[in-house]
């Protein structure tokens, strides 16, 4: 009988102990996982975020502590936060080592382009927020997404495709181990660079000499080459299949590059792409 | 101050007091560690630093705590380690300026910079990429550069046949850096980018552990040679008739301007204009006396690294400017302003 009366002293306890360890002020090194904080609307208790944080548009208005692999420690400890989610492309390594030094919190989240590492990201992002139930619900509904878009034929099976982007200027094509790449053939497309590793600059005479049959890149990277019509009009590029049937498409950045969330959506639009000539190309709905 | 320097006759430009130049520096050196110490992203008031020196901190002060461990963990070791780059790049420079007899030779232009960091490059992509093999390989190739620059400079009479040969040798090995880049891969290539605008973000005690005695012992070495520094501003063959070994003197002053610059380079990447700007404001407001010089030259790049360092944590607040950008940003003018003004000092 005088057990009963701790129980509520034990609840409250408890309770104390839940809400203190809720994190209420969050910074991300990496854009990736700032998406996954907002897909659970948890985006109030960011403070700060990475230059790489592009999407959604409202993070990209959040202060920036630079980019994450040169991210500033007194940027991110002046923001006083009680979590610091990292991809563990973070760094310099020695910065996060700092932090947790100082007795900062820092969960470090695996940045590869597959499914395990974007469900551990999901679930430790949900996991390090306390929002554990929205971590799992999201994962199932991630599976089952992706269950379903694989039983979708592709346009074209095993069509070939390049995925081009750029971030100063001049053209670069994903390769092996990339999350463009890893993207792509979820979608059912064969990489016409499969024989490269990472990003890596691209000669124009190699784009018309791979031939492939559809084009993909990234707002950004369109944005740096100039606008649409520059890098349709480039010699090379002029040649390929891809750009004589028109079957170009752009995505926003992260949803091509980030292996996040929106994996499914990224997906739908790549396998919607046309595989006929339509003319104009291809617009995907960059949000 | 430097405009009214720069319009006094040569005559009066030696008048001032080397001591007292010295002193001023030593006390500005201490400032802008005090600054950079207490003001950045995140600021300490100054009332709460004789607390966190000595006095106890009550459980309950969670942000003297954090200030505390920020002053122990970032600022401090970088402070220091900004101090002591600066320093030793100013002090390189001088050195170099002598040898080559040259005024705008300077470690990153003649290539001592680019050559350590392709030494330390190499080893990143190639194996390891610990600090024990990156030193010796940064030295490696700053040494290989600094007799490069060394020779070719001396073909052609003036400042062409050294500027020439600095160019060349920075092509190559940026060119070569540039060829690692592309076969390493993403970690690898984090660990590349600070060499193209240098950073001292790396900045940890453990490191200051290795490079702070090595560096001051060379600097101290490097004090020593003032007298045959001073021969060879009358001319090499005017040195040697007063009794200095030239041949001797030119190989240990090579040899320990990369034991200087290879290992720093390795920890910071390329800083540039540290090695050229400190040296010649000095020499105007000094004189040329390496006696004096010397030493004023490591006080004054300390400064001006401090400073640097500072600007470039507080200019974009939250996030930092790589500190090159800084320093060429300031030494680029300054670079300018001295080739159209012929050769001073």
């Not at chain 2, 319009?7 to 005090?34: D, I, N, W, Y």
């Not at chain 2, 101090?83 to 705008?104: D, E, K, M």
């Not at chain 2, 090499?236 to 070994?245: D, T, V």
Request: proline content about 6%; hydrophobic content about 50%.
């Amino acid at each position: 009988m005088k057990i009963l009366r701790f129980l509520p002293a034990l609840g409250l306890l408890l309770a104390c102990w839940a809400s203190a360890a809720a994190p209420e002020r969050v910074v991300v090194l990496g854009g990736a996982l700032t998406e996954i904080v907002y897909s659970f609307g948890a985006q109030n208790r960011l403070v700060g975020v990475d230059q790489s944080s592009v999407y959604p548009a409202a993070a990209t208005r959040l202060p920036k502590v630079g980019y994450y692999r040169s991210f500033s420690v007194e940027g991110v400890l002046s923001l006083k936060p009680d979590l610091i989610l990292a991809s563990d492309q973070a760094g310099p390594p020695e910065a996060l080592a700092q932090l947790r030094r100082m007795g900062k919190r820092v969960v470090i989240l695996p940045s590869a382009a597959n499914l395990t590492a974007l469900e551990q990201r999901i679930y430790g992002v949900a996991g390090a927020l306390q929002l554990r139930e929205d971590g799992r619900s999201k994962v199932a509904q991630l599976r089952s997404q992706l269950a379903q878009l694989r039983q979708h034929k592709p346009a074209a099976p095993q069509a070939s495709a390049l995925v081009l982007f750029s971030r100063g200027g001049t053209p670069e094509g994903a390769g092996r181990d990339t999350a463009a790449d890893s993207t792509l053939q979820l979608a059912g497309f064969r990489n016409v660079l499969a024989r490269q590793v990472g990003y890596k600059p691209l000669s124009l005479e190699g784009i018309a000499q791979l031939q492939p049959q559809y084009l993909v890149t990234t707002s950004m990277s369109l944005t740096a080459l100039g606008g649409m019509e520059k890098l349709l009009a480039l010699p090379g590029v002029a040649q390929t299949p891809a750009v004589r049937q028109g079957n170009v498409l752009v995505l926003d950045d992260l949803l091509l590059l980030g292996f996040g969330p929106r994996l499914p959506e990224a997906i739908t639009q790549l396998q919607h792409m046309p595989s006929k000539a339509s003319g104009e190309p291809q617009q995907g709905q960059a949000k | 101050m430097s405009a009214a320097v720069l319009t006094k006759p040569h005559s009066e430009r030696h008048t001032r007091s080397p001591a007292g130049v010295t002193l001023l520096l030593a006390f500005c050196l201490l400032l802008l560690l005090m600054l950079s110490l207490v003001k950045g992203a995140v600021s300490i008031p100054l009332q709460a630093l004789p607390n966190m020196v000595w006095g106890d901190i009550p459980a309950e002060q969670v942000e003297l705590t954090m200030w505390q461990s920020l002053l122990i963990e970032v600022r401090l070791p970088r402070a220091l380690f900004a101090a002591l780059a600066g320093g030793v790049l100013a002090l390189t420079g001088v050195l170099a300026q002598a040898l080559f007899r040259n005024p705008l030779a300077e470690p990153a232009l003649v290539g001592m910079v680019s050559g350590g960091a392709l030494g330390a490059v190499s080893i990143i992509v190639l194996g390891g990429g610990s600090f024990l093999l990156l030193a010796p390989a940064a030295f490696i190739g700053s040494l290989i550069t600094t007799v490069c620059a060394y020779h070719l400079g001396r073909r052609y009479p003036g400042v062409a046949g050294l500027l020439l040969a600095g160019v060349a040798i920075n092509a190559i090995c940026f060119s070569l850096i540039g060829l690692f880049t592309y076969w390493a891969d993403e970690t690898q290539l984090r660990t590349l980018t600070f060499w193209n605008m240098g950073s001292l973000a790396g900045a940890r005690w453990s490191l200051l552990a290795w490079l702070t005695p090595w560096l001051l012992a060379g600097s101290l070495l490097a004090l020593r040679y003032w007298r045959g520094l001073n021969a060879l501003l009358l001319g090499e063959r005017e040195a040697l008739h007063l009794g200095f070994p030239i041949k001797a003197l030119r190989r240990q002053l090579i040899v320990l301007m990369a034991l200087l610059v290879g290992p720093l380079v390795a920890a910071t990447g390329g800083i540039g204009f540290i090695g050229l700007v400190v040296p010649h404001l000095l020499r105007m407001i000094l004189g040329a006396d390496h006696r004096h010089l010397l030493p004023a030259a490591m006080l004054g790049g300390a400064c001006a690294l401090v400073a640097a360092d500072w600007l470039a944590r507080i200019v974009v607040m939250p996030a930092e400017l790589p500190i090159g950008i800084v320093t060429s940003l300031i030494g680029g003018p300054f670079f300018l302003y001295l080739l159209i003004k012929g050769r001073p000092a």
